[in-house]
């Protein structure tokens, strides 16, 4: 059995509305003392919306980091405080002005665990409704529909790379076979 890890403090280095950057002291296996840098988050929220003709809207942004577009599915982080399910509805109202009928679960995951303990809540979105997009002043999004071959041709030349799309798409994968609609 592999030995707990025990915090013996922790520390905010730096906070702003979304994460807080975090240093915790520690207790390694060796029982020696180090130093853990991590993000620590509410949480985030990514959701498969489907649409009426069997197509799934994905948005197109421009990462700053990577100083390139990307093709992503509809999500971003949760406010402290708020469900999943809610933030789902938040997310997909403010950057796809969507609301849905039917917004299921199917999983959840740890985008990136040796650095934040954020965990992302995927959603499948059905029964869309539109409604008018509230972008917060630091996005723009370009609307895309694609067909599930059509993301599979985009994964496998290197278009869709976005870490949190792929992750989503598994998930989906996954409760289709669940479902034995696959």
Same mark, same amino acid.
């Given at each position: $059995?592999?030995?707990?890890l025990?915090?013996?403090s922790?520390? +905010?280095?730096?906070?702003?509305?979304?994460?807080?950057?975090? /240093? =915790?002291?520690?207790?390694?296996?060796?029982? #020696? *003392?180090?130093?853990?840098?991590?993000?620590?988050?509410?949480?985030?929220?990514?959701?498969?919306?489907?649409?009426?003709?069997?197509?799934?809207?994905?948005?197109? /942004?421009?990462r700053?980091l990577? /100083? +390139?577009e990307?093709?992503e599915?509809?999500?971003?982080?949760?406010k402290?405080?708020?469900?999943p399910? =809610?933030?789902?509805?938040?997310?997909?109202?403010?950057?796809?002005?969507? #609301?849905a009928?039917?917004?299921?679960?199917?999983?959840?995951?740890?985008? $990136?665990?040796?650095?934040?303990?954020?965990?992302?809540?995927?959603?499948?979105?059905?029964?869309?409704? /539109? =409604? +008018?997009?509230?972008?917060?002043?630091?996005? *723009?999004?370009e609307?895309?529909?694609?067909? $599930?071959?059509?993301?599979?041709?985009?994964?496998?030349n290197? +278009?869709?790379? =976005?870490? $949190?799309?792929?992750?989503?798409?598994?998930?989906?994968?996954?409760?289709?076979?669940a479902?034995?609609?696959?």
């Open positions: $059995m592999l030995k707990k025990r915090r013996i922790s520390r +905010t280095l730096h906070e702003n509305p979304w994460w807080s950057y975090r /240093q =915790d002291r520690y207790l390694r296996p060796d029982d #020696t *003392e180090g130093d853990y840098f991590y993000i620590k988050t509410p949480g985030s929220v990514a959701i498969m919306a489907e649409l009426p003709n069997g197509k799934f809207l994905l948005l197109k /942004q421009f700053y990577n /100083q +390139t990307s093709l599915f509809i999500g971003g982080g949760m402290p405080g708020h469900s399910e =809610d933030s789902a509805r938040e997310e997909m109202l403010e950057e796809a002005g969507l #609301t009928d039917e917004l299921i679960p199917i999983g959840k995951f740890n985008p $990136m665990n040796g650095a934040t303990d954020e965990l992302c809540f995927v959603f499948l979105a059905r029964g869309l409704h /539109q =409604d +008018t997009p509230k972008p917060e002043q630091t996005e *723009e999004f609307r895309v529909e694609l067909s $599930m071959e059509e993301l599979e041709r985009l994964i496998g290197g +278009t869709l790379w =976005d870490g $949190m799309t792929l992750a989503t798409l598994s998930l989906y994968r996954s409760y289709l076979l479902s034995k609609k696959l």
